[in-house]
């Protein structure tokens, strides 16, 4: 069975994106973007909602050509490319870049991924995550936590039907305050 693992940039009051989806507060250091290329690398499937799917393929695809780019950033639109992704959507008509589109229901064919022999799949995007922890899907939480208050926009969990308790597994400090925080579900 694989491992599906949740994690976002959050503001501390606990949003993904502030209102209007702006998401301008959560530029990472190079250090937190490293942290997140590498939790990338060890992904084997991407898992996509709509909003964030257009917010990554409007950069990634091509961000070598971008005259700022990095080592860094440009081998995560390398790896971006490469990993096999699913886009879970009812109204983007089509997709690339490796990836396959899903329709249907996403608990269901999540439940079906999981079930497959392979390596972690990440999932992102809060609507789809929300989805997926309901259904007591997620074995994994990573929060990087940016010392931002935003007082409201797409939140990082949504109103759940019953708790999840998790045990603590890691907590690192990144430059500019950021605290990283990753949690198991207690099974």
């Known amino acids: 069975m694989r491992k599906l693992i949740f994690g976002m940039n959050v503001t501390l009051d606990g949003y993904t994106a502030a209102p209007g989806d702006d998401i301008g507060w959560s530029v990472p250091s190079d250090e937190l973007f490293q942290w997140w290329l590498d939790r990338e690398r060890a992904s084997s499937l991407t898992l996509y909602g709509r909003k964030l799917w257009e917010t990554m393929s409007a950069v990634w ?11 860094a950033r440009i081998e995560f639109a390398r790896n971006w490319q490469d990993t096999p992704k699913v886009v879970f959507s009812s109204t ?29 799949m990440s999932i992102g995007g809060a609507t789809l995550a929300a989805a997926a922890i309901r259904a007591g899907l997620v074995d994994e939480y990573q929060l990087a936590i940016h010392p931002v208050l935003v007082g409201g926009g797409t939140p990082f969990f949504t109103v759940m039907d019953r708790w999840v308790n998790l045990n603590l597994v890691e907590t690192r400090t990144f430059p500019g305050g950021v605290v990283l925080t990753r949690y198991e579900t207690r099974r």
């Open 92 to 120: 983007v008509g089509k997709v690339d870049w490796n990836t396959r589109l899903v329709t249907g229901d996403a608990v269901a064919e999540i439940t079906r991924l999981k079930a497959e022999d392979g390596g972690p």
């Open 61 to 71: 695809p091509t961000y070598h050509q971008q005259p700022d780019a990095t080592a």
